[in-house]
């Protein structure tokens, strides 16, 4: 996906975490979850099962900043942080965990040292050199790396590029998940940030 690296085993996580020196001296800047599922402004019920966030670290070691695109997530905890900033011990973690079984699932544990905890099921990343300062940058949607694409066909109606299936979407949102495969699908270029 665009300018995103995933976080594929342990030896990438660990990568990362030397990279952002374990997030030492880091903060949380700014998150922004996003639900796959929604209810439509005549109360209809779209249901998907994807939660997905995005996360924008500032640190104070090179390269300064990036965002975290954590996708599926299993569970989300935000802890008190009474410096605003990750000085202390200990350090950020990444725990990547591949499926065991059948039925089980890869998940992604990630924390910045005492500000985020978030298990999920994939990890992406990129680096953001230029996102320092406070104003606020993780508008528009969380973009999904599994999203599909769907082409247009006139102005309210798309076709799956997975399934084939048409459908109508009124909200330009840039994701939105198909109403017969139940894949995400991406009915406009995603907003630059
Ligand atoms: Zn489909």
Known sequence: MNGY?????QRAADALLDRMAGFHDALVKEFHFVSRAWIDAERAANLHSGRDLR???????????????????AELVLEQDPDGI???????????????????RP?????????????????????????AG???RLGGDVPPPDAVPAHVLDDETWKCGACSATFAVTQRSGFASCPACR???????????
Do not use: H, K, M, Y
Not at 109 to 122: A, K, P, S, T
Not at 183 to 193: D, F, T, W, Y
């Open 183 to 193: 894949r995400l699908v991406c009915v406009a270029p995603p907003p630059s940030p």
């Open 55 to 73: 996360v924008l670290v500032q640190s104070q070691v090179e390269p300064g900043a990036i965002e975290l695109l954590c996708i599926c997530v």
């Open 5 to 9: 690296r995933e976080v594929v085993d």
């Open 134 to 136: 406070p104003a606020a």
């Open 107 to 131: 998940s992604v544990r990630v924390e910045i040292g005492n500000g985020l905890r978030v298990v999920c099921q994939r990890l992406l990343f990129a680096e953001r050199p230029e996102w």
């Open 86 to 104: 990750n000085d202390t011990e200990p350090d950020g973690a990444i725990d990547v965990r591949g499926a065991s079984g059948p039925d089980d």
